[in-house]
């Protein structure tokens, strides 16, 4: 089965307490067969979660799973940035949370529209690699914002994003995540997330900007032998691996992360990127670090040495300050 | 190089709707552009304008734009990439193009994307027409000003 094809398996809200549940009860309370709760069942599987299975006892999940939840979002939400909600939609899967923003008319100027995703089919990473997540485990958000017109320092938007993922962290206590040019979101020496902006507009016209985010929040065994073998180079980590005692509530990280981006994106469009750059240089992972870039089939290798004030990566290679705009950028192996 | 000859040319640059002109003379050679050639190959921005239209195509009106001597194919109105970045064919790896040679495109239609520091720009047609080129390929850098497409309006 396509998990594109997916409504939201309504036995999934049943069997998030991790608790068994026989195959007649859940057909009962669902009001379905037996034989549509197994499809169901076999759907999730397909989601990679772990659903175990007995004659007996019937169904449960390996462990209990804290499902996104939009009352609690809406909850977390500030009175400024929840008047300016236009959307706020909730989905078990879907293709790409920027995808299914980006298909849909912009929101008017003021208004924000937010997609929150416990599992994308076709979750974009770098050079198309797949974002790997299941259900409970990882947080898929896009936000869509309409600017009146280009801002003046447009390309630095996703730089601009990666400063309201840090605001939202350390709001919840997740200390020690950095930025590392463009758009990766990095701590304990790996990689936590990822940030990905798609704009469109005519010229001199409205310009529409949705800003994905997806962030590691609960461990995933073998995802990070997974993301080295995509070639990734940086294993993954997970925020509540940075966290003593209980994991993160993924609700509220996706109310906080609504609120600083929604914030950010006024700010962005009134004052433009200066307001944020302090605060990006302050978190900046690459400073000071070897790296090589690559850009088709040119290379550079040099010393990250910061950012310019327009967002540009600063490398300097023999004696001299390269600015690099496009590209990708990873830390040169130690000899 | 003469400077009154110089200025002349930068007369006949103003006059004819071109982005650069070209001109050798034994082993002189003089280029002017109306966009800032002697930036760094990777400067980040140009000072205009992010969206604007892009110079080359002076009014982006029906009329044909006067097309560089040196350049006979392109004979229709070009698209050119409005930033440094590196260019994408495809919404993501493994799905069709947003279009292919022979497409009948409206003003406003997606023709590609380019992304720089991870964000994806989408790059759409400003006339409406037939596609007769593709120039650039996917995946690979693309200069400011660059030609990406070729549209026969």
């Known amino acids: 089965m396509a998990p594109s094809a997916l409504a939201w398996p309504a036995v999934l809200d049943l069997l998030a307490d991790g608790q068994w549940h026989s195959g007649s009860a859940l057909g009962e309370a669902l009001a379905v067969s037996r034989a549509a709760i197994w499809k169901q069942v076999r759907a999730l599987r397909s989601l990679g979660l772990e659903v175990l299975a007995e004659r007996r006892r019937g169904y449960r999940l390996d462990r209990p799973l804290d499902l996104l939840n939009p009352v609690r979002i809406r909850d977390e939400l500030t009175p400024v940035t929840r008047a300016g909600m236009q959307l706020l939609e909730v989905l078990l899967v879907t293709p790409s949370t920027n995808a299914r923003l980006a298909a849909e008319p912009a929101p008017p100027p003021g208004q924000i529209r937010a997609v929150a995703a416990e599992y994308q089919t076709g979750g974009r990473g770098r050079r198309g690699r797949r974002w790997l997540s299941p259900p409970g485990h990882g947080v898929c958000l896009s936000v869509a914002w309409s600017f009146e017109s280009a801002p003046r320092d447009l390309p630095a938007l996703s730089l601009v994003a990666g400063v309201a993922v840090i605001g939202a962290l350390q709001q919840l206590g997740v200390g020690g995540v950095q930025l590392k040019w463009p758009n990766d979101v990095m701590a304990a020496g790996g990689k936590v997330g990822g940030i990905l902006v798609d704009v469109s507009g005519e010229s001199g016209g409205p310009l529409r900007a949705v800003v994905g985010i997806g962030l590691n929040v609960r461990p995933v065994p073998g995802i990070a032998t997974a993301l080295l073998l995509e070639g990734g180079h940086l294993p993954a980590v997970a925020l509540d691996d940075l966290l003593p005692g209980a994991g993160l509530d993924r609700s509220v990280l996706v109310g906080a992360l609504i609120n600083r981006l929604h914030e950010c994106l006024v700010g962005f469009g009134d004052r433009g990127w200066p307001d944020v750059l302090p605060v990006w240089r302050q978190n900046d992972y690459l400073a000071g670090r070897s790296v090589v870039v690559t850009r088709g089939a040119d290379t550079l290798s040099g010393i990250a040495r910061g950012i310019a004030d327009d967002g540009a990566l600063l490398v300097e290679a023999d004696g001299r300050i390269f600015p690099i705009v496009a590209g990708d950028v990873t830390l040169r192996a130690p000899l | ?153």
């Open chain 2, 1 to 153: 190089m003469d400077i009154r000859k110089v200025k002349k040319l930068i007369e006949l640059l103003e006059e004819s709707g071109l982005a650069e002109l070209e001109i050798t003379e034994g082993e002189e050679s003089v280029r002017i552009s109306r966009h800032m050639t002697n930036a760094p190959p990777q400067y980040p921005m140009p000072p205009q304008p992010y969206f604007a239209a892009p110079a080359a195509t002076g009014g982006a009106g029906p009329a044909p734009p006067a097309t560089p001597a040196a350049a006979p194919e392109a004979t229709g109105h070009k698209v050119l990439s409005p930033m440094v970045g590196t260019y994408y064919e495809a919404p993501a790896p493994g799905t069709p193009n947003f279009v292919k040679i022979g497409d009948q495109v409206q003003a406003g239609a997606t023709l590609c994307i380019i992304e720089a520091m991870k964000m994806m720009n989408q790059i759409e047609a400003d006339v409406a027409g037939k596609v007769v080129a593709a120039l650039a390929k996917n995946g690979e850098p693309v200069e400011f000003g660059q030609a990406l497409f070729i549209i026969e309006p």
